[in-house]
């Protein structure tokens, strides 16, 4: 293409018993927001980590501006004007927006004129931003703002996203998308990586598709539908999740009065959360990032304290009941952090099977480990979840993050809780992926487990959830059916509006 921007032409990298990318060729614009779509591990993260420099190529070779591009770190890709926000957010929060962004400045000014310039620049592209604002006291969305305002500050030519959007409420995503089509109408590229195909209809000039580390095809992602966008991903075609008949039991879990502070400095306290679980429901809980979810599955899973007779389980008071008492009992979380907290990300999946699995699949034997049974059941959640990896014996930090997704909440699910809290079920994974994820969660509800789902995927709720509760400032509010449930109430759940009651047991 006369007007590319960025040219990769036959980018190969290996690693031992893998091929990451194999011969991918394809020309990003000047100009234009390209999306590039693939399952997880179909080497997406391996490909921007070689543009942005993290990564050096086996073969294959780069031209920016038609002039020869082969960044040796990310300082040199910057320097040409190469610039990456990435999922997780690498801020400190004890520091201000301004520290934070100098520390990912080659050359700062001094701070009085940076915080000028944050100020000019979050202004000039819609993203309102106070330069002394402790990072730890910023919601999820204006903390990616400050991640894009310190891209922006080194004018880039390109701008690479990788899944943006996955923290941010309808009102955050609708202004980034402003702000991206404001970069792109300057001249800016945009190379856009999400699992959300509705958001790559709506943004998107061009799509590349990766599948097994190699390109399958472009397209105009306006002129198809979600589902081709996935079934073009995937190579074949997509079911959506069918709910089996199934009816609610008797209550297995029920929260009463829980309050309880947060054990971080930045986090946000419980206020008076009840509720009743029963068997075989599925209750959604919505809220955007940081009003109090991680502090409610700590609070579930015993690793933060609470009160007596605050959670009860089975009629029994586990409120003081340490994590594997808790999990003897029926009572399983799989956390958000899929690495770090869900899994170790230096032990192998055998070992991180062991990690939660050892209780309620008998891996061990008068207090010795039985690694034969360990490594059945990891091969076991492998092959039941279709985790792409070479085997049992691989670090959890070596799978893409949605394959390890689906380790953790396969590994939850094949204990066969009583209960089952999940935060954030699909997050960051492809829509193969989060298709089967939802269908394991329903068919486990229709053997008659109680679950929670914690998500800020609002469609995702609505699919899987047969009450729905939104969380806001660490309250709860009353849970109610999601069939005909209208988005205009979603919307007053989410922002805490005085006429939604806190919820009461039953």
């Known amino acids: 293409m006369n007007d590319a921007l960025l040219t990769l032409r036959g980018l190969t990298k290996s690693y031992p018993l893998v091929v990451a990318n194999s011969d991918i060729s394809f020309d990003i614009a000047k100009g234009e927001i390209h999306a590039l779509l693939g399952e997880n591990g179909a080497g997406k993260s391996t490909l921007v980590k070689t543009i942005y420099g993290l990564i050096r190529p086996d073969a294959g070779s780069m031209t920016l501006s038609g002039a020869p591009y082969a960044p040796a770190e990310p300082r040199a890709a910057r320097q040409a004007g190469v610039a990456m926000v990435f999922q997780h957010f690498s801020l400190f929060e004890a520091l201000d927006v301004a520290e934070n962004i100098a520390l990912g400045m080659e050359k700062p000014p001094p701070m009085g004129r940076l915080a000028e310039r944050i100020r000019e620049v979050s202004a000039a592209y819609g993203l309102p931003l106070d330069p002394g604002r402790l990072v730890g006291d910023l919601s999820a969305g204006e903390r990616q703002r400050v ?105 297995v879990l029920e929260i009463r009065g829980l309050s309880a502070p947060s054990p971080s400095a930045f986090g946000t306290a419980l206020h008076d959360i009840s509720l009743a679980l029963r068997k075989g429901e599925v209750l959604g809980i919505g809220g955007v990032a940081g009003n109090g979810q991680d502090e409610l599955l700590l609070a579930l899973s015993g690793e933060m304290r609470s009160r007596p007779g605050s959670i009860m389980l089975g009629g029994s008071d586990i409120s003081q009941l340490r994590p594997n008492a808790r999990r003897a009992r029926g009572l399983l979380v799989a956390p958000e952090q899929r690495l770090g907290h869900a899994a170790a990300p230096d032990m192998s999946l055998t070992e991180n099977a062991l990690l939660t699995g050892a209780v309620r ?56 809780p009583e209960v089952l809290v999940v935060n954030q079920p699909t997050w960051g994974v492809d829509a193969a992926a989060a298709a089967a994820i939802r269908q394991a969660i329903l068919d486990l509800a229709a053997r008659g487990a109680a679950v929670i789902a914690v998500s800020q995927d609002l469609d995702e709720l609505m699919e899987i959830a047969d009450r729905f509760a939104a969380l806001n400032a660490g309250r709860l509010s009353a849970p109610v059916p999601v069939e005909g449930l209208t988005i205009a109430r979603i919307g007053l759940m989410l922002g805490g509006a005085h006429d939604m009651e806190v919820a009461h047991v039953g």
Request: hydrophobic share 40%; with cysteine.
């Open 147 to 251: 991640e894009i305002i310190r891209c922006l500050l080194q004018n880039p030519r390109l701008l690479i996203m990788d899944e943006p959007t996955s923290v941010l409420t309808p009102q955050e995503v609708e202004i980034l998308f402003q702000t991206l089509r404001k970069l792109r109408d300057e001249g800016t590229s945009i190379l856009y990586i999400s699992h959300k195909l509705e958001e790559i209809r709506a943004l998107c000039d061009r799509a590349t598709i990766l599948r097994l580390g190699r390109v399958v095809g472009a397209c105009d992602p306006r002129a198809a539908s979600a589902h081709e966008l996935a079934e073009l991903m995937v190579g074949s075609s997509l079911r959506p999740p069918a709910r089996a008949a199934r009816a609610e039991g008797d209550t």
């Open 361 to 416: 699949r008998g891996l061990t034997r008068r207090g010795f480990i039985d690694w034969r049974r360990t490594r059945a059941f990891a091969e076991e959640v492998i092959r039941t979840f279709d985790v792409r990896t070479p085997g049992p014996e691989r670090a959890a930090r070596s799978l893409s993050g949605g394959n390890l997704q689906k380790f953790v909440i396969g590994r939850e699910i094949l204990q066969a």
